[in-house]
């Protein structure tokens, strides 16, 4: 069986990457590794959503999620095209009124510390309060910054906690369904605090979850619209974001290389397939195969507009109807949080081979000028096989054709994955491997200048009438 995961490569993607020498030079220029970054193809995520929306005749607001990439590229871009954004900090919201957002178009999410606070306050940005006690935060804060002489009204959404009869999997977010009462009451008796709307946030690839978290937050805002109370503006439901995505071209090839993984482990990794035995999760005990593996599914039958089709013609549990037309007929406006679906394909990440080593035991290494906190959100491992950026040098001697992929930290543990990596031809130093679709959370999240390596730099590729043009990110203009 084949153990090969080849990525997927939109056609707006590939486009760039024929775009060798430019590559070259850019790598040439500002080292290894380099992120790139693709705002059209961010853009284009952008009106897919809306036009989703608009084809169900729902209303919506498309926040970015600007905890996904760094770019500030992107940000501009979106600014420029009428998105809103979300933000996750007070240096996010720095970053997204540079980048032009007004505060009317940004949306304050997770915790926020007092500056936070003040900040969205002073700039009239939407904050969706995780719990009660945020709410007499913001109101002893407006107390002092406006007073009681000048009075406004802070935009508000409450996030809904994520009921027990939904998931047994414990929600760190949110207003638990027992203290919802008390969080309105809250607002009645506020001098300051105008309430929107309801959110939740379900990171889940259940759709039927999302279906029932809808129905719990479209209930609750129903019972809320009735009363007419000057601190209530209820138009808005927050569904939050969390939309998987595909990032390989083959269905096989992901099944095959699970059964491959799991054949493997069972035989104690003759092949070596995973680094030091490590098995990605799997182990044996007893003969059998125990445990889970260590990685995201890379491979996703659906893409995110289609899990999101589905969510909004599911049926609403009080009459039957699909959510979009209850939606539409109540004037609900529906928000989403996307973040990786957001820059899914908007960049991809390029790293230069640095020399290439065989261990004592005969395993191959081929050493990068990158390291794992190059290309990794979260602890679990990278999976798709990179493309190659072949260089104009023979490199035949130490060509090898798989191998692991290591990085250069002087660590032990810096392996860009543990899994065996293949190539489907000879690399060599010199060569350019290419990380598709790593501006979804991959490429900056984790960012580490550790051993004071240096972090990548993000260029911004733009096709215009006269051909491929590139910037800086922090000098990109939208013509």
Known sequence: ?????????????????????????????????????????????????????????????????????????????MAFSGSSIDVASLGELSDALIAGFSGERIEATGPKNDEFLKSCVLHKVLINVDDIHELDRIEALCSELIGPMHPVRVPIYIRLAIPRRITNRPDRFGVPPAEVAAAVARVRTSSYLLLKGFSFHFSTDKVSERVAMLNEALQTFIVYKKEQHPNFALTDIDIGGGYLINHLASKTEWDEFISTLKASVLQGDQTELTWNRSGLGFNVEGGK?????????????????????????????????????????LGVRICIEPGQSFFDQAGFTAAKIMHIKKTEHGQTLIVLDMNRT???????????????????????????????????????????????????????????????????????FSESTTL??????????????????WYEDENYIHL
């Open 374 to 444: 190059n290309i990794n959100a979260t602890d679990q491992e990278y999976m798709p096989d990179p493309l190659v950026l072949f260089s104009k040098t023979d490199g035949s001697r130490d060509a090898v054709g798989e191998g692991f992929l290591v990085g250069n930290l002087c660590l032990p543990a810096d392996f860009i994955s543990r899994r065996k990596f293949f190539f489907g031809q000879p690399v060599s130093v010199g060569d350019v491997l290419l990380f598709m679709n790593t501006a979804p959370y991959l490429m900056d």
């Open 452 to 469: 004071k390596q240096r972090v990548a730099r993000k260029i911004a590729l733009v096709r215009r009438a006269e051909g491929v043009e």
């Open 289 to 329: 195969l125990r445990g889970s593996k260590s990685f995201s599914d890379y491979y996703q039958p659906k893409n995110q507009f289609e899990t999101l089709r589905e969510i909004l013609l599911s049926p609403f549990d009080d009459t039957g109807s699909p959510l979009a037309d209850v939606l539409r007929d």
């Open 1 to 77: 069986m084949s153990s090969r995961l080849t990525p997927y490569v939109c056609p707006e993607v590939d486009a760039y990457l024929r775009e060798e020498e430019v590559l070259r030079s850019l790598i040439r220029t500002y080292g290894s590794p380099l992120n790139v970054v693709l705002p059209e193809v961010a853009f284009g995520n952008y009106q897919k959503f809306n036009a989703l929306f608009e084809s169900l005749g729902v209303r919506s607001t498309v926040y970015l999620a600007a905890k996904a990439n760094k770019s500030k590229a992107i940000a501009r871009r």
